[in-house]
């Protein structure tokens, strides 16, 4: 099983920029397809990036051209650079794996507000 720990939210200001970071164990990692998941409130969660085992990705139309997610297997770690942050990104994001594991790490709320 691999455990996942997201750090990096915070507020900013609308047009501002947060990058993500999510700490993976296990070393099945570099096999898997990883995605950002994020959760509003009072919405279902959405998968809005995802990177594959050999660094294909795809975004939610919602974020394409402003969000960029990476990975970096040796050091088990999954990104994802948010530009151009709008408020209605707020939320809490997560990452796992594509398609998601059953159980999610904490989170990390990212509030986008002037």
């Known amino acids: 099983q691999v455990q996942l720990v997201e750090s990096g939210g915070g507020l900013v200001q609308p047009g501002g920029s947060l990058r993500l970071s999510c700490a993976a164990s296990?070393?099945?990692?570099?096999?898997?397809?990883m995605g950002w998941y994020r959760q509003a409130p009072g919405k279902s969660r959405e998968l809005v990036a995802s990177?594959?085992?050999?660094?294909?990705?795809n975004y939610a139309d919602s974020v394409k051209g402003r969000f960029t997610i990476s990975r970096d297997n040796a050091k088990r770690m999954v990104y994802l650079q948010m530009n151009s942050l709008k408020p209605e990104d707020t939320a809490v994001y997560y990452c796992?794996?594509?398609?998601?594991?059953?159980?999610w790490g904490q989170g990390t709320q990212v509030t986008v507000s002037s």
């Open positions: 296990g070393s099945i990692f570099r096999f898997l397809a």
């Open positions: 990177i594959s085992s050999s660094v294909n990705t």
């Open positions: 796992n794996k594509d398609p998601p594991f059953d159980s």
